[in-house]
């Protein structure tokens, strides 16, 4: 294998290293993924940072085409907060949604997902709603989806406040183990 | 925060920097920060040796990197994982984890075997010694006999020697150390990997049945396929319903049912034990009648009853039980899977402890080599448990889809399929000692099992429906693999050490009164020469004495007991703390 790229110079390969749970075979396989999208917007030799690929390209991708969250995931991980995403919040995205990243590292972001519909840090009810519309194609009647919402709350509000926030959520991801396994994207 | 970061280790800095919950440029300018802070507080004297730590430090750091990065290349089947899990979803994918972690476990035990036990012997004198007209037939990939009975394969076929060619080798030390280390090492490995599992996921209460998990926690995001993502939105939808309806109704069972319950629970535990011992014995009747040493080959041919009677019992016995389940009534559905297990597992002990028993009381006492008979009826063992589990995917999965197709699409079970892996892995353990290069056959059926299951998988099989709790069913069965299969496996092999004499014509160990006493013919020796005292000291005063394993058994009581109070006054703590934030 050896060192011949020429993409990266070894300090931005350091820095990736050391900054995301990646080695240095896969940033390098992200960053032709990467690439793949738009070929013509990504130069060949990251001389251009700061190119950022909208949210239509990311949201094409076969690991994200047909997640209902995947619009929510790519607001969270963009500096901008619409989705559209430079190498770095790439590269990031998926870190966190590897399986080396630790539980707190994903709760967190799992949090930042299903909440902050309206940018509150809190998973309010209509978080929940959203939420549940997402994953259920709309098919409880409007009633079911209130009645849900309530045992949510009731079930995993820890502090009394009628909202879930990131403590509470952190409670619940301790007592699911399979949280680490199943909130991961495979690249 | 990045004077924090300043006083850690390199490495421990780094693990902070990514879990830092920031944006990648803010982690960017944090660690550009840091390593600014550090070069500038540099101090004037030894820059020239401080320069070199962090150099040499780098280029260590860069080359893990790259060892980790060469490890990835040597990763098997990466892109078939990637396929199953994102049509399936990660509880069926562990099931084929499983199976690459059994075939890696079988390429060292085969590698330690061949290695310090076969190669030596291979070297020395690689012809096998036949007796005149014995050769090749094909009936020997079936019965193991006849000509394999005189090659490697078996135990007898090991010499006594103690091999001179390059330097002195004691074929005998080494077949016995070789045997103890691969299982001790086998040990340590399944208690790490236990302990490990239930660190992670054992947890007493079971929000699994909650809808706050269902909807925040359960959902797998790496499913991929369009198809299953439709289809886990339905039953995600299915289930809430479910338990809305459920929480609407409370169910009162009056006292009657409930002793029907009870009486058809007592009923069907009584049919399946019984059913399981009759099935040892019928094993045990079976196995007197076919017992005799002529070798024409309609009666080589007899032996392959047993085996075929075995694997049969092993298919045919469990459909019984599901049917069991199915007249049952639970109150939820992981207890149905786990008295399924047990009963299957049962089932499993009492075949195999009545296979064991007759080995080692009658076959032991009968043959004059019966060392590499017991080896044979193991590999017949091994050979039709694969033939007939590839038969049964072939009924099961295949013919159900173009034969019944209004049965509906069958789900792939899990645990089913994991725990006859774990039966073939106990049937490799125990017939180490007997056959060494045993887990060549496990690795070809791994090998050869991870496609047929694939393809059988992506033709026939749905996801399964139910998102239940997969990793706790994953530390369920890791916690079965260990407790009774290692444990068994090893209580045997240590019995036929310990106790029965060994075969006086064949074999490393002919003409010892039990294979142990190889250890004390090698102490004798070195006490002769009299060098290395200290291992005839640990010898005489460490392992055979027994006051030692009294103190050590105190003491690893002790520590549990210690342990087990701290975990006690944790709870307790965690309750107040409870209260505390309600408050």
Redesign the interface.
């Known amino acids: 294998m050896g060192n011949k790229q020429s993409i990266f110079t070894a300090q931005q390969l350091d820095a990736y290293q050391d900054c995301t749970y990646f080695t240095r075979k896969e940033i390098l396989r992200l960053f032709y993924r990467y690439r793949d999208l738009a070929p013509q917007l990504v130069p060949l030799d990251y001389t251009r940072p700061d190119v950022k690929l909208p949210y239509e390209l990311i949201g094409s991708m076969p690991e994200l085409k047909d997640n209902p969250f995947r619009q929510r995931i790519a607001e969270v991980f963009s500096e901008d907060g619409q989705g559209n995403m430079t190498l770095d919040d790439f590269l990031d995205m998926f870190s966190v949604l590897s399986e080396m990243a630790p539980r707190d590292l994903k709760a967190y972001y799992a949090f930042k997902i299903y909440a902050d519909f309206n940018n509150d840090d809190f998973i309010c009810k209509s978080d929940l709603e959203k939420t549940l519309n997402k994953l259920t194609r709309n098919e409880l009647t409007e009633d079911e989806v209130r009645m849900v919402c309530e045992k949510v709350i009731d079930e995993a509000d820890l502090d009394n406040d009628g909202r879930l926030s990131l403590e509470d959520f952190q409670h619940m991801i301790v007592r699911a183990p399979e949280f680490l396994s199943t909130f991961h994207i495979r690249i | 925060m990045v004077k924090e970061l300043v006083d850690m280790s390199t490495r421990e800095r ?1 693990h902070a ?3 830092l ?1 920031m ?3 803010e ?2 300018s944090i ?2 920060q840091v390593l600014a802070f550090k070069s500038a507080n540099q101090s004037p004297h030894f820059t020239g040796f401080r320069d070199f730590t962090e150099n040499a430090s ?1 280029t260590l750091r ?1 080359w893990g ?2 060892v ?3 490890r ?2 040597l990763q098997l089947w990466q892109g078939t994982m ?1 396929e199953i ?2 049509r399936f979803g ?1 509880s069926v994918l562990t099931y084929f984890m499983f199976l690459k972690w059994l075939l890696v476990f079988n390429v060292v035990s085969f590698l330690i075997n061949f290695g310090f036990i076969t190669i030596p012997l291979l070297v020395h004198d690689h012809t096998p010694n036949l007796p005149p007209n014995v050769n090749f037939r094909g009936l020997e990939i079936l019965t193991g006999a006849g000509y394999f009975n005189y090659t490697v394969m078996y135990y007898g076929s090991y010499s006594n020697e103690t091999l001179v060619g390059l330097g002195e080798y004691n074929l005998q030390l080494a077949y016995f150390f070789t045997i103890s280390l691969y299982m001790v090492l086998c040990g340590v490995a399944l208690i790490f990997s236990m302990a490990k599992s239930f660190k ?2 054992y ?1 007493l ?1 079971d ?2 049945s ?4 269902q ?8 499913i ?3 198809r299953a ?2 289809q886990r ?2 039953n ?2 299915v289930q ?2 479910e ?2 309806s459920e ?1 609407a109704q409370t169910e009162m069972l009056t006292r009657s049912e409930k002793m029907k319950h009870f009486g058809i629970h007592l009923g069907s535990w009584l049919l399946s034990t019984s059913l399981a011992f009759g099935c040892g014995s019928g094993i045990y009747f079976l196995c007197q009648t076919t017992d005799d040493s002529s070798w024409t080959p309609l009666q080589e041919a007899e032996t392959l009853l047993v085996p075929f009677v075995v694997s049969l019992m092993n298919l045919v016995v469990p459909l019984f039980y599901s049917l069991f389940n199915k007249f049952e009534v639970y109150s939820n559905q992981r207890k149905q899977i786990y008295v399924l297990l047990v009963r299957n597992v049962i089932l499993k002990i009492s075949i195999l402890s009545i296979l064991c028993y007759y080995w080692m009381q009658v076959v032991a006492k009968k043959f004059s080599c019966w060392e590499s008979m017991v080896g044979q009826a193991l590999y017949r063992l091994v050979l039709f448990d694969f033939l007939f589990l590839m038969l049964g995917s072939f009924f099961g999965e295949f013919l159900r889809k173009w034969l019944l197709p209004n049965l509906g699409v069958p789900e792939f079970d899990v645990a089913r399929n994991v725990f006859e892996l774990i039966y073939a892995q106990t049937l490799v353990w125990i017939g180490i000692y007997f056959s060494p290069l045993l887990p060549v056959i496990q690795i070809l059926k791994c090998f050869i099992f991870f496609y047929v299951k694939k393809v059988s998988l992506a033709q026939n099989c749905q996801p399964p429906r139910r998102t239940g ?4 069913m994953q530390t369920i069965l890791i916690a079965l693999l260990f407790f009774p299969s290692f444990v068994g496996a090893l209580s045997i092999v240590a019995y036929t050490a310990w106790s029965l004499t060994p075969s006086k014509q064949c074999g490393p160990f002919r003409g010892l009164n039990n294979t142990f006493g190889a250890v004390g013919i090698w102490i004798d020796n070195l006490q002769q020469s009299s060098s290395s005292y200290w291992v005839i000291w640990i010898y005489h005063h460490v392992i055979r004495s027994e006051v030692f394993y009294f103190f050590l058994a105190l003491i690893v009581i002790i520590i549990i007991y210690i342990f087990w109070q701290v975990t006690q006054g944790r709870k307790q703590l965690i309750v107040q703390l ?1 209260q505390q ?2 408050n």
């Open positions: 780094i920097i990514r879990d919950p944006s990648f440029e982690k960017k660690r550009s780098v860069r990197y790259s980790r990065s060469a990835q290349t990637k899990g994102g990660t992670e996921n947890v209460s929000p699994a909650s809808s706050a998990w909807i925040l926690c359960s959902w797998d995001f790496s991929v396929n369009e993502i439709t939105k339905n995600l939808s809430l319903k338990s809305l929480g709790r997969a990793a706790q409870r934030i309600v």
